[in-house]
């Protein structure tokens, strides 16, 4: 079993930026993908970013790409997601997650273990 710790959310300002860290622990971290949500009120948690088990291979939702960028370092076991030019529509919780393989997916259910999520606010 994974444990997963988000952390780094907050208020920005529209246009700001702002970095997301998730601590995991309790498995061998390089070994699987891992990615990130994000689930606005009301709605359902949908894809963002993933990132395969070596940081070679990424996958970004069209709403962040050219904005977000995710990453990992697998020495600190730690995967980030620096989020560039906040729009009030990327106001969500954020949730990271470990993929249950290697392969970098855009599907929740091929992700295995979540954390308890960050919340980011961006105001307009």
């Known amino acids: 079993q994974v444990q997963l710790v988000e952390s780094g959310g907050g208020l920005v300002q529209a246009g700001g930026s702002l970095r997301l860290t998730c601590a995991a622990s309790?498995?061998?971290?390089?070994?699987?993908?891992m990615g990130w949500f994000r689930q606005a009120p009301g709605k359902e948690r949908v894809f963002v970013a993933a990132?395969?088990?070596?940081?070679?291979?990424?996958l970004y939702a069209d709403s962040v790409k050219g904005r977000f960028t995710i990453s990992r370092d697998n020495a600190k076991n730690t995967v980030y997601l620096q989020m560039n030019s906040l729009k009030p529509e990327d106001t969500a919780v954020y949730y990271c997650?470990?993929?249950?393989?290697?392969?970098?997916?855009?599907?929740?259910?091929?992700?295995?273990?979540w954390g308890e999520g960050t919340q980011v606010t961006v105001s307009s």
């Open positions: 309790g498995r061998t971290f390089s070994s699987y993908a």
């Open positions: 997650a470990t993929g249950r393989t290697a392969w970098v997916s855009t599907s929740r259910a091929d992700f295995g273990s």
């Open positions: 990132i395969r088990r070596s940081g070679g291979s990424t």
